[in-house]
């Protein structure tokens, strides 16, 4: 290695430039490092919080929920470096405590009215990302260079010494003594079923849109006035109705006894939308907890070891799931009699005991359930709450898109009202058993589990629970099918192609949908073999290797490259790279985003230390004691 060690980040998003002040937090005045960004996006915000996007798409955190910095509640290694959130940060804009902040006019509207509750945009917030990334390199050391270029890598090669040439798409190389992968969600090769549909589309000449980051779609083949079909109703389906809808010229507006009404534009198409669950995710929860403070009551420590300590492989479905539906039970009923014991008919104490002697799904419970708790809105049922219409039939499409609007609008004031806390329960005992489920290494599940239970039906579950829209998305929306540009086609949603169009139906509606334009709203599935990004390809498949799980009854690929805990890329024998690193959503880890909320000890922060940690020490950086 050189005498002045050289870094280079692939990528220079909120993963890169958290883990870039990690790094820098292990840096003295004698360490001697040149550290290169390489992105073609701007640093901090990077592709998916830039700038250059509609002001109209919002992140679905309120501004006290976000937070780049650690504090005193993270369990690392590294020193705490703590800072504002979001919402501080607003306010030292707001007292002229931020001189080099300079916000264009839109934001900066938006900046003085938006509360600590407030929902804020996009482009609102690449200005504290940016601010984040530009504080960060000002504060570094002395002996520390930082160059940031515009730039793709396009390749990582092995160079003399061990150290590495990495190429970019402008021709340019740089040689360096370490890589640190830091890509976010990427583009990917289609699908074997999405790349039918286009073809088959192609052929009836119909437009398809398939999945992908919604801003960066083209939404500009769907017709004005004509009608699409939408699958999926997560968050990637409420930014396409917000950018056909309002992003064509409609807005809303509040009439004298304060109902939401959209005014159409008459660019918008007409929305067909449905999804597995008929259902849109969950509201973003807005109450705030009145009762006891929330704890492990199911998954604790001891339920954890006890997993752990299991003679057979874990499987999700049968070890994990029971205790997690146990602990939102538990994070749901505490709340309401501990918060509201005017609307029980019993103890906490007394009704605890019965959470525990009593299954999740048994129908017993339901029962006891009902005897002490008399309103109906106060009692919560995990399977119905997963699957709101699993168990419905309808006897038409009036039928089914009457019912999917009054559970918007039941969800909105379970989420919303601070007489409906005991949401915010559930919410928190869905928090603590995800990070418990952390605790668990991965290589005590067993194949299926690894491969598509956790990544998908439970990180689906818990994005459906405690990652929906704000709650005003869900409020347009029902604005949107009062005006009848939007329609709810229900769960089970099935598309076929034919001549006259994209059919799409429901075994538990009469009749089908068919329309000229089918939009999937939803993020290609990750595998990063078939990424686009081409560093990222070649990382996963000349560098690394994707992890492949097998056993006697599953043998599969989560398309994801392989890394050890701290971050080390894994050869395709297994042993760790000495100095390529990796982290993020195309990482092998337990994905678990990037920015955070304060004081939550997240497993973002503390997997991001871990991994600047691996990497200061392979540079030989000086790592400051804490005092």
Known sequence: MSDRARLLFVGAGPRAIMLLERVLARADDHTQIEIDLVDPHPPGAGRIWRHAQSPLLKLNSMTRDVTVFTDDSCTIDGPVHPGPSLSEWLELWRAGDLPDVDLDELSAAEARALAPEG??????????????????????????????????????????????????????????????????????????????????????????????????????????????????????????????????????????????????????????????????????????????????????????????????????????????????????????????????????????????????????????????????????????????????????????????????????????????????GVFMAALLSFMALSEIPKERWNARTRAHTLPVRWHTFFSYLASGPPPHRLEELLALADAEVVRFLGPELTVAVEQRGFAASSARVPGETVAGALVDAWLPAADAALSTNVALRELATVHGSELRVADEDYDGSLGRVRVGEDGRVLRPDGSPHDTLFAIGPFTSQTEAGAFTRPGANSLSLRQTDAVAGAIAACLDLAVPVAP
């Open 119 to 424: 929902f804020p945009t996009r482009r609102l917030h690449s200005y504290y990302l940016d601010w984040f990334f530009r504080r960060t390199a000002a504060n570094a050391p002395r002996g520390v260079t930082i160059r940031l270029h515009a730039d793709t890598v396009t390749s990582v090669r092995p160079a003399p010494s061990g150290r590495h040439t990495v190429s970019l798409a402008s021709g340019g190389e740089i040689v360096t003594d370490a890589v640190a992968y830091c890509l976010g969600h990427t583009e990917r090769e289609p699908d074997p079923a999405s790349a039918a549909l286009a073809a088959a589309a192609l052929r009836e000449g119909l437009v398809y849109v398939g999945p992908a980051f919604t801003a960066d779609a083209d939404l500009s083949v769907l017709p004005e006035q004509g009608d699409v079909i939408v699958r999926g109703m997560g968050l990637a389906a409420v930014d396409l109705v917000v950018l056909l809808t309002q992003g064509r010229g409609g807005r809303f507006d509040r009439d004298g006894d304060g109902a939401l009404r959209y005014l159409a534009s008459g660019r918008e198409p007409r929305l067909h939308i449905g999804s597995r669950r008929g259902v849109p995710y969950r509201s973003k929860v807005t109450s705030t907890l009145q009762g006891d403070a929330p704890l492990r009551e199911v998954l604790t420590p001891e339920a954890i070891a006890d997993l752990q300590r299991a003679a057979r492989p874990l499987d999700f479905d049968r070890d994990a799931w029971p205790l997690i539906a146990g602990e939102l039970l538990h994070g749901h009923y505490r709340e309401l009699f501990t918060g509201h014991p005017d609307r029980v008919a019993t103890t906490w104490d007394d009704f605890r005991s019965v959470l525990q002697t009593h299954a999740w799904d048994d129908p017993a419970l339901r029962d006891a359930i009902a005897a002490v708790v008399p309103d109906p809105l106060d009692r919560f049922d995990v399977a119905a709450f997963d699957r709101p219409f699993a168990r419905a039939t309808f006897a038409d499409a009036d039928e089914v898109h009457r019912r999917v609007r009054a559970h918007i609008t039941e969800d909105l004031l379970l989420r919303t009202s601070q007489e409906r806390s005991p949401s915010q």
